[in-house]
């Protein structure tokens, strides 16, 4: 039976043991009606499949205790059979996250994974959930979530969940490992 549990930020490399790659096989490509005057839209299309990890050196959950001041975060595990199987990060009122925009009534939903083998059985619902759950008794009305164009089961995952398309933009990263992705911020009202 899974079961999800906050924890503090000193288990974090347990939550670490969720893997959080995927393999992209389709993505959002933007599409500019008269230059943007006529509309934006997105269409899915197929790519050569690759594997996208967001845990590169420097950037795995262990390592957000230092980059960022991580007392007004929330972890929250989810574990089968003491095993983790997933994991989601809320941000809230954090000097340097830019995402969160100075404000204190709104979270970002930092991270979020479900081991590959226990994707579609409802566990990334219920993290879901619990970070709203989460943001709501810190008073926030609003949950923001970057993804990107190459992350399309996200995006359907975040739209089933109630979330909105607020920004598209093609310009967001300037990485050049991954400055031809998009940057795609959804809102959650809460």
């Known amino acids: 039976m899974t079961t999800v549990e906050e924890i503090p930020a000193d288990r974090l490399h347990e939550y670490a043991l969720v893997p959080s790659a ?36 420097g950037e795995t959950p262990v390592d957000w205790p230092r980059r960022f001041d991580v007392r007004n975060w929330g972890f929250l595990l989810a574990t089968d ?6 994991g989601a990060a809320i941000a809230f009122n954090t000097g340097g996250v830019d995402m969160l925009e100075g404000r204190r009534d709104m979270s970002v939903l930092w991270d979020i994974r479900v081991d590959s083998s226990r994707r579609g ?42 979330c909105a398309l607020g920004s598209i933009d093609r310009h967001g990263y300037s990485d050049p490992r991954v400055a031809h992705e998009v940057m795609l911020l959804w809102y959650l009202e809460l």
């Not at 879901?128 to 709501?136: I, K, L, N, Y």
Request: a positive charge; one cysteine or more.
């Open 22 to 57: 995927f393999t992209v096989e389709t993505v959002l490509t933007v599409r500019l009606t008269d230059a943007g005057l006529g509309g934006i839209g997105l269409h899915e299309e197929p790519v050569t499949p690759y594997l996208k990890d967001y845990d590169t050196p």
């Open 81 to 86: 059979g003491g095993l983790p199987v997933g």
């Open 121 to 162: 059985h409802g566990i990334g619902r219920r993290l879901f959930e619990g970070a709203a759950d989460w943001s709501r008794r810190r008073a926030c009305t609003r949950m923001k979530i970057e993804t990107q164009n190459v992350n399309v089961p996200a995006c359907r995952f975040y739209r089933s969940m109630g």
